[in-house]
């Protein structure tokens, strides 16, 4: 079983100061970790993912996480926060349900606020 | 290319009907997969098809929920007798052959109210 705790359900960032997301995962199993950003009234776009390759991993509009194997973290960052940030944030975990399914567990989401 | 595509966008409807909500995956996933995204529950699973393979409903909330998937493509999902606790956002998801690290691709979702 997995799950997820994201720590903070909303955040607030002046613009350009550093964006930083907790992700908080448990797996019985090696995880493949993701997040995911959802814009209003919009599905859910996929920022990064973590599958073993490299503990850091770059996204899309700089974004980037570092996978923690000792900490079981997966924390998102941004060195400087712009206005297009604004969006709710969901960090998940996927493994195989011995189903054959990798559905995603996600954590409750974070919501960002970017301050000018 | 085309994304995920999920109808009706919306749907209002009365407690107790039926309501069916259809999703179109990208063309040549193999895997479609279910969410249900609601305010006090957050974002759930609730079905996965994979190919022929039967599918893993463990996430469906009730028998009033069902699934299915007609050629390997589009997937419909069912909910009878709807009740209020029903009103979410349904998110239909798909991911390409092959791919065992679960990259799933979202539609925009069914935002479903029931009065």
């Known amino acids: 079983a997995q799950s997820v705790t994201q720590l903070g359900s909303h955040v607030s960032v002046s613009e350009g100061a550093l964006v930083l997301l907790r992700c908080n995962y448990s797996?019985?199993?090696?995880?493949?970790l993701f997040w995911y950003v959802q814009y209003p009234n919009q599905g859910l776009q996929l920022l990064l993912k973590?599958?073993?390759?490299?503990?850091l991993v770059k996204g899309i509009n700089g974004f980037e996480a570092e996978f923690k194997k000792s900490e079981t973290s997966f924390h998102l960052t941004k060195p400087s926060a712009h206005m297009s940030d604004a969006a709710e944030y969901f960090c998940?975990?996927?493994?195989?349900?011995?189903?054959?399914?990798?559905?995603?567990?996600f954590g409750k989401g974070t919501k960002l606020s970017v301050i000018p | 290319g085309a994304g995920v595509s999920q109808s009706p966008s919306n749907k209002v409807t009365e407690k107790g009907k039926d309501v069916e909500l259809r999703c179109d995956p990208i063309?040549?996933?193999?895997?479609l997969y279910w969410y249900r995204q609601s305010l006090g529950q957050g974002l759930e699973f609730l079905i996965y098809?994979?190919?022929?393979?039967?599918?893993?409903k463990s996430g469906l909330p009730s028998d009033r929920f069902s699934a299915e998937r007609t050629g390997g493509s589009v997937s419909t999902l069912t909910i009878q007798r709807t009740q209020q606790e029903d009103s979410a956002v349904y998110l239909c998801?798909?991911?390409?052959?092959?791919?065992?690290?679960?990259?799933?691709?979202f539609g925009p979702g069914t935002r479903l109210t029931v009065l």
């Open positions: 797996s019985s199993v090696p995880p493949y």
């Open positions: 998801a798909s991911s390409p052959p092959g791919a065992t690290n679960n990259e799933q691709f």
């Open positions: 063309s040549g996933h193999t895997a």
């Open positions: 098809f994979q190919g022929n393979s039967a599918p893993d």
């Open positions: 973590y599958t073993s390759a490299a503990t």
């Open positions: 998940a975990v996927s493994a195989n349900s011995g189903a054959g399914s990798y559905q995603l567990t």
